[in-house]
């Protein structure tokens, strides 16, 4: 329709400008710094140079030493217990006492061995006078022996006479028997008297175990000589210098029974360590060999010691209830062996039987 109408004229098409977006300044290039170039140098070639150092290191050192952190302080100590029974009278140390051999620890009441002394000595009196009672009855034996002679010698010649008698038949049959009879009599009363001096000499006569003493009054000197020892025990005293442990059944008024521990002393003498260590570790292991010794209580301390000696056998094998491996589900374990590290020199700190030690044996050279 627009071309029917001559009064609408098509208007020419405005040249279309299309606008160009305006180019954007390039940014001002800002120059970066440079990185350091001596650290991007240490992390490529001082972290390997670091690494190798490390493994070389163990790889050089390894195998020249073992250690062990199955180690304790280990001191002598000695279970002290009375010998004789007894109610405690007194107390003399208290607990971690330092004690000297010989010191008093506790007394047992002494009343009823001091009773047993006396009777000792009451069984040797007796003894004696027992023993001059059969002297006296040893002589008078040879006095009897003699009196029956005697009347062995009488019999004899009256039963002669009787005999001579009866044969001439001036004599009767029963005078001729009643004189044989006091024969037999006089001769019997003779061998009884011979039978009573050879046992009152008996009963004079020393043993071959102590000769020149009466039996019965070695029997009493003995008896009052283990009077005497008992009573001596009743005062129980430190066989060894050490520190007084475990007092709490010291009570005065408790009764002690012959043989169980009353008190431990732990003696003051250089401790040791018992160092457990695995059977594949002591292929070069020897005494000797230098050692050095940390503890868990004393983080700052270590000491120089040496192998003193290695044990006889594993620990399992002491073992209350050694383990049994002959079943069908035996597992192989890696047994452990004691090996007594001696320190050497005097400690700085006070050494406690029982710490936590860690070990470690040097095979070769010296301890740094």
């Known amino acids: 329709m627009a071309d029917a109408d001559p009064k609408i004229q098509k208007q020419p098409e405005e040249a279309i400008t299309i606008e160009q977006p305006a180019v954007a300044e390039a940014p001002e290039v800002v120059e970066a710094k440079p990185r350091r170039s001596w650290l991007r140098a240490l992390l490529m070639f001082g972290v390997p140079l670091l690494l190798i150092a490390v493994v070389g290191y163990f790889y050089m050192t390894s195998g020249k030493s073992v250690s062990t952190d199955n180690a304790y302080v280990q001191q002598d100590k000695v279970s002290v217990s009375t010998d004789v029974a007894g109610r405690i009278v007194a107390v003399g140390v208290r607990e971690n006492q330092l004690v000297h051999a010989g010191d008093l620890l506790f007394r047992i009441d002494p009343e009823p061995y001091r009773i047993a002394v006396q009777q000792a000595q009451a069984a040797i009196a007796a003894a004696q006078v027992q023993l001059n009672t059969d002297k006296v009855s040893y002589q008078g034996t040879g006095a009897d022996i003699e009196a029956a002679r005697s009347a062995v010698a009488q019999a004899q010649e009256t039963f002669g006479r009787q005999a001579a008698l009866m044969k001439r038949g001036f004599t009767t049959r029963a005078n001729y028997d009643a004189s044989q ?11 009884n ?4 001096a050879a046992e009152a000499r008996a009963k004079l006569a020393t043993g071959a175990a102590v000769p020149g003493e009466n039996p019965a009054i070695a029997a009493a000197r003995v008896q009052l000589a283990k009077a005497q020892l008992d009573l001596a025990r009743t005062d129980v005293r430190a066989p060894i210098d050490g520190i ?3 007092t709490k ?3 005065v008024g408790a009764q002690m029974i012959t043989g169980l521990p009353a008190v431990t002393i732990v003696s003051n003498k250089p401790a040791w360590i018992d160092a457990n260590f695995k059977e594949t570790d002591l292929d070069h292991m020897h005494v000797g060999q230098c050692a050095l010794v940390s503890f868990d209580a004393y983080p700052h301390l270590k000491l120089k010691g040496h192998v003193e000696s290695i044990g006889a056998g594993t620990g399992s094998e002491f073992s209350v209830l050694p383990a049994q491996n002959a079943n069908g589900n035996w597992v192989k374990v890696t047994q452990r062996v ?3 590290i001696a320190i050497d020199g005097k400690s700085p700190r006070e050494m406690i039987a029982g710490l936590s030690a860690d070990v470690d044996v040097k095979f070769e050279g010296a301890c740094e």
């Open 244 to 246: 007084i442990s475990q």
């Open 338 to 340: 004691p090996v007594r």
């Open 249 to 251: 059944s010291l009570q």
């Open 193 to 196: 008297a011979r039978s009573d």
């Open 181 to 191: 009879h006091a024969l037999e009599q006089a001769q019997a009363q003779l061998q």
